[in-house]
């Protein structure tokens, strides 16, 4: 079994940080030291092109947002990859915009098996990167965004040309709630987008867009979320200004269901907040609240283990982190099995420290998580006196 790392940590960090992590390494696990590359490598001469990943489930309407999206943009030179499971591609020809480059991959969903005309393309663009600004991608209906994702993520290789800059997932108002109870992809496809915007709300009764927002809240609390469609127009100077870095950055909103873990020698308190008409049926999003700091290097042995031997039925796990003798946020999540862990904002002065994470899954207990999280928090930290209330969310 092969554990890919792959962190962004200032570069003084790293070599202690990999020489523990070595000393530490999980039975019969080979460590692909992706970090070695990190440490030795030259920061990047040329600035990475900025992608866009729009994803959603059939029907949804992506190329419509798509079109009105390319529209939108002035002076502006995007390249679209269009990927379509099929042979024959049917929505390039829908694109509605003159002297765009679009690249049609019919071999298969990007997402299967990231085969090798994806790379091809990317190396191919990288070779004509003077001659456009950004890189727009239009996933399959049943693509997971995440692997698509991955590559951008985690290869220092791609990361060098091209940044990831959002995801955005078309989500139908008519037929999200039976696409959540009857397919894995449409979980997968809200739980990992950094946007959901909702689409075909004229076909709805009148309310029920504002009920639909909280559900998807509740799934990804650390989403936007907007409503739109191409009759009465798309939210795209707020689309648009969004980034992954502002999602990085920001505490995830009220979830449905919460854990807060103190400090001190109290009980857990355990808090069901946001009881909605609309249930999840069997997906699960879990928040945790803690307010002491980890233990990063013990925090990431954990998790990378749980990801790669027993989290199948994880869909994502993303928080902002507290970390010992860190004067800056921590921000983690995972991409698929693998888990990237970055350097955030530094600490404010007078802000509130405490760790925020969020799991998305199917059935997941609170327990196993509560006690394996608890297991990661710096045993040696004291408050000095000061003590801090468990927040409600």
Not at 129 to 155: K, M, N
Request: hydrophobic share 40%.
């Amino acid at each position: 079994m092969k554990i890919a790392l792959k962190h962004y940590f200032p570069s003084g960090l790293l070599p202690v940080y990999f020489a523990t992590l070595l000393q530490n390494k999980p039975a019969g696990c080979i460590i692909v030291p992706e970090i070695l590359y990190l440490m030795t490598s030259s920061k990047p001469t040329v600035k990475a092109k900025p992608v866009t990943i729009i994803t959603g489930f059939l029907g949804a309407g992506k190329t419509s947002f798509l079109n009105e999206y390319i529209a939108f943009q002035k002076d502006w030179r995007p390249v679209i990859i269009e990927n379509e499971f099929g042979e024959q591609g049917i929505d390039a020809g829908l694109i509605l915009s003159s002297g765009t480059d679009i690249f049609e991959l019919n071999s298969g969903c990007i997402c299967c098996s990231l085969n090798d005309d994806f790379y091809d393309l990317l190396n191919l663009l990288e070779r004509k990167r003077d001659e456009f600004d950004e890189l727009v991608i239009e996933t399959t209906g049943i693509a997971d965004p995440a692997t698509v994702a991955q590559p951008l993520l985690v290869s220092p290789r791609i990361e060098r040309s091209y940044r990831l800059e959002r995801v955005i997932c078309i989500v139908d108002a008519r037929m999200i709630e039976f696409e959540l109870k009857d397919t894995e992809e449409a979980r997968r496809q809200i739980a990992f987008s950094d946007i959901l915007l909702i689409s075909k709300c004229d076909a709805v009764r009148p309310g029920y867009v504002d009920e639909l927002k909280i559900l998807l809240q509740n799934i990804n609390p650390f989403a936007a979320i907007f409503s739109g469609d191409s009759a009465s127009g798309y939210p795209l100077d707020e689309i648009s200004a969004l980034t992954r870095a502002d999602f990085n950055n920001r505490p995830p909103a009220k979830p449905g269901f919460s854990l807060s873990l103190g400090g001190s020698s109290k009980k857990t308190r355990r808090l069901l907040t946001g009881n909605h008409e609309h249930r999840h049926h069997d997906i699960t999003s879990l928040s945790f609240v803690f307010d002491r700091p980890f233990d990063l290097l013990l925090f990431e042995r954990k998790l990378f283990v749980f990801l790669n031997f027993q989290a199948k039925d994880i869909y994502r796990v993303k928080g902002i982190l507290w970390v010992t003798d860190a004067d800056y946020k921590v921000i983690i999540q995972s991409v698929v099995n693998l888990m990237g862990v970055s350097a955030g904002k530094d600490w404010g002065p007078d802000e509130r420290k405490e760790s925020r994470i969020v799991i998305i899954g199917k059935n997941l207990k609170a327990e196993g998580f509560e006690k394996m999280l608890k297991e990661c928090l710096d045993s040696s930290f004291q408050q000095s006196g000061i003590s801090h209330q468990p927040a409600d969310s």
